[in-house]
């Protein structure tokens, strides 16, 4: 099975495409405005694991302006995340 995640952008699914040379992010479907896929860093470490409550949060939150606001700190966590892990987080993780 294929890692998936969420984007961070338009928060739809987006899973991995691996091929031999790196492999890339694909958008089930393409969005309008052509931006690329940029999975939402997830991962074991703790911010890691808040950045996936706060997007769980999200989809549960149905008042937009709180929905807004959690947007924003999304954000924030995933822009933290991705300069502590140099973009590391960026690709689904191997076990080899
Ligand atoms: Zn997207």
Redesign the pocket.
């Known amino acids: 099975m294929s890692p998936i995640a969420r984007?961070?952008?338009?928060?739809?699914l987006?899973c991995w495409i691996d091929c031999p040379y790196g492999g890339w992010w694909r958008?089930d479907q393409h969005?309008d405005d052509g931006?690329d896929?940029?999975p939402i860093p997830t991962s074991d470490t703790p911010l890691g694991r808040v950045t996936a409550r706060v997007d769980a949060l999200l989809s549960a939150e149905t008042d937009h302006e709180r929905a807004s606001y959690l947007y924003t700190v999304l954000l924030s966590l995933a822009a933290v995340e991705f300069e502590l892990t140099d973009g590391a987080v960026l690709a689904p993780r191997t076990t080899d």
Request: proline share 8%; charged share 10%.
């Open positions: 984007c961070l952008i338009c928060r739809t987006i958008h969005p931006h896929a940029l």
